[in-house]
């Protein structure tokens, strides 16, 4: 662990303390729709020792159609204890290394009360490469006693950054593909409009880790991605991606540059970019 205040850990650190009972480890992976194998099915065939899947899907409000929009906080207490994890756990989440959806997870754990909460640096892609030891197979454990409260502070609705058209008074970057932002290409679910929030910057979530180890980028050069975009890191943020997941990785990025008070917009480009959503934007911000 780099400090108590950075949100991530090393293989070195979980390796160390994948034995104490007080340390829980969960898989985040995530694919867009339609993209085979499913995380679950990559999960079962190889995954840290311990390890229970978090199913970002799975852990969201059913009651909307819009994809894994936040639960409400007494659902996502009953899911998380469910997994096994207790309000008196240390959780560490990972992914497949890409980074696309461990940062949501941790996110979602701090929205609800939980700050023992850290991402593994370089995720499961980095404990392989170091030779590892992994296992198969589902776990299958004793249910937690998990508390949460939902602070609102953390996310933003579509109202909120509707209003924000006209009051400017946070900065939206945008962590999805360049393509995409721009509006040059469809988007990947059917439906949905091409193009961005107005007044939006964009930073492609990948550019802020290293393709080649999986580990996050050295802090100036994150600093550098997110001012290169003309974002003022004193000034309120909002995250946005596709469908609220991606994003997170622009909001673990700004926690480590000591950004606090950064908010996501849940339901991202798949609620705003509905056909009878709010005005697009097209062209490079």
């Known amino acids: 662990m780099t400090s108590s205040t950075d949100p991530l850990v090393s293989t070195e650190w979980l390796a160390a303390h994948l034995g104490d009972p007080k340390v829980k480890v969960i898989d985040a992976s995530f694919k867009m729709p339609g993209v085979l194998p499913l995380p679950v099915d990559d999960y079962l065939a190889a995954h840290i020792p311990g390890a229970v899947f978090f199913d970002v899907d799975a852990v969201s409000d ?11 906080a007494d659902q ?9 994890i207790s309000s008196d756990d240390t959780v560490v989440v990972y992914d497949a290394g890409g980074w696309v959806a461990s940062p949501r997870a941790w996110w979602m754990f701090l929205s609800y009360g939980h700050a023992n909460v850290k991402v593994l640096d370089g995720g499961l892609k980095k404990w392989k490469a170091e030779g590892r030891a992994t296992e198969t197979g589902k776990s299958s454990p004793k249910p937690g006693t998990f508390s949460a409260t939902l602070d609102k502070s953390y996310i933003r609705s579509k109202a909120q950054v509707v209003a ?3 009051s400017r008074k946070e900065q939206l970057i945008d962590a999805r ?3 995409r932002f721009e509006g040059s290409v469809p988007e ?3 439906g949905i409009r091409s193009g961005h929030i107005p007044a939006s910057r964009n930073l492609p979530y990948n550019v802020l880790f290293d393709a080649a180890t999986g580990t996050m980028k050295p802090l100036e050069e994150l600093r550098q991605a997110f001012t290169g975009t003309g974002l003022d890191l004193d000034k309120p943020i909002v995250t946005t991606c596709g469908s609220g997941v991606s994003a997170a990785v622009l909001t673990l990025a700004l926690y480590r540059l000591g ?4 908010a996501l917009y849940d339901g991202s480009w798949s609620e705003w970019g509905q056909p009878d959503g709010p005005p697009v934007a097209t062209g490079p911000a």
């Open 62 to 72: 059913h009651s909307v159609p819009l994809p894994h929009m936040y639960p409400d």
């Open 76 to 84: 996502f207490a009953r899911d998380i204890a469910a997994l096994g």
């Open 164 to 166: 924000n058209l006209d």
């Open 177 to 179: 593909a360049a393509n």
């Open 188 to 190: 990947p679910r059917a």
């Open 259 to 262: 950004v606090r008070g950064s």
